[in-house]
């Protein structure tokens, strides 16, 4: 099977090495973003123009850009720090009530819940036990009642490339806020922001953005049921209105969760990341995504590989594989395949390999020849 063709334009924005497989950690990231952070650096460093200007003209891009990827009104669309910030907006902006969240989320999506109980505002966290690692309504209704103020997931998740289906979680459990952490998916594959009452996705995975800016998109009734707790002087109406003390009301929709200064590096990036993923498309990238997949899943069977594979249909599958190596040590055999040049990660057991769309024959033949020695039997 041949891997499907990028257009050259998206292919030349990225130089990583053929035997990157790590995106779900952290990607490198395009040319474009490079020279789009440099020339801000730059127009800071001369300080020909209105800074304050530059500034907001920045935030709008990329809230624009996130609105165009995602589908979604610019209204509904901020750009905040990280992922973790964004949940925490939503934690702190309960009042009593419980959450449900998967037990074996990634800390960024439990963290906040346990710390908004701790500080009083919410009354429980519970937390389900998926025994087939996979996220589906049945496993979460045995802990949905009529306090449950939040559900929160992963669209995909970090350690088995579970997708789970947003519009069925919606369908199933319409009164609470869906909450979705997705940065897993956000850049490769498409997300069903219309079914979250929440998205939050930070840049430096699959948007191969960097650091330091992150999707924050929300429904009106999250608008409506949130108090901006951590909301900060950015996040209000009227932020240069210093002749009024504070408080000052909240800004309207999105912007109104903003702890603080802007992440305005963040949100340069993330503008230049959705100009980039256009260059190809969404449904191009999960297609060459998808299909390094199905090589990398056919490849690791064939030469004894345990793979660890939750999904049933293609549609639940995303671009994160894990497996093992019989008799061998998940952290012994990253670091081994480190140093013959292909990058993986290890999460609690298991090799991980999260290819990115740009993935080739090379990739995968490096990643073969790597692992062969280590399933060598005669050694």
Not at 102 to 125: C, H, K, S
Not at 233 to 258: N, S
Request: glycine letters at 8%; aromatic letters at 6%; one cysteine or more.
């Amino acid at each position: 099977m041949t891997l499907p063709a990028l257009p050259a334009s998206y292919r030349r924005q990225f130089r990583e090495p053929p035997g990157f497989m790590n995106s779900a950690a952290i990607s490198p990231v395009s040319r474009l973003v490079e020279s789009r952070v440099a020339d801000y650096v730059a127009d800071f460093c001369s300080a020909t123009g209105n800074l304050s200007t530059l500034l907001e003209e920045a935030m709008n891009r990329g809230r624009r850009g996130l609105a165009g990827l995602l589908d979604a009104d610019v209204r509904r669309v901020g750009v905040t720090h990280t992922t973790g910030a964004a949940l925490l907006h939503v934690a702190f902006g309960l009042r009593g009530g419980n959450v449900v969240v998967p037990e074996a989320e990634f800390p960024t999506n439990i963290y906040p819940w346990i710390r908004a109980m701790q500080a009083g505002l919410i009354d429980e966290v519970r937390r389900v036990p998926l025994p087939d690692l996979r996220l589906t309504p049945d496993h979460l209704r045995p802990f949905v009642d009529a306090s449950t103020r939040v559900v929160a997931v992963s669209h995909v998740d970090f350690a088995t490339g579970f997708r789970t289906d947003l519009g069925k979680l919606r369908e199933a459990f319409p009164e609470p806020l869906l909450v979705v952490d997705a940065i897993q998916s956000l850049g490769a594959f498409g997300v069903d922001s219309a079914a979250a009452d929440v998205v939050a996705a930070g840049s430096h995975k699959w948007m191969r953005a960097g650091f330091g800016g992150a999707a924050m998109v929300v429904s009106d009734r999250a608008v409506d049921r949130l108090t901006p707790t951590l909301t900060g002087w950015m996040g209000v109406a009227e932020p240069l209105d210093f002749q009024t003390l504070p408080p000052h009301p909240p800004a309207a929709g999105a912007a109104r969760f903003q702890m603080s200064s802007d992440p305005v590096m963040g949100a340069v990036a993330l503008a230049a990341a959705c100009e980039v993923i256009r260059m190809a498309g969404v449904k191009s990238i999960s297609r060459c995504i998808s299909a390094a997949m199905d090589r990398l899943e056919e490849e690791l069977e064939r030469i004894g590989c345990e793979l660890r594979r939750p999904w049933r249909n293609p549609g639940e599958r995303a671009g994160i594989l894990t497996f093992r190596i019989p008799g061998r040590d998940s952290a012994q055999v990253v670091e081994t395949m480190r140093e013959r040049g292909v990058v993986l990660a290890d999460r609690a057991g298991w090799v991980r390999a999260s290819p990115p769309a740009t993935t080739t024959e090379e990739s995968i033949g490096l990643l073969l020849e790597g692992l062969a020695p280590l399933l060598d039997t005669s050694q």
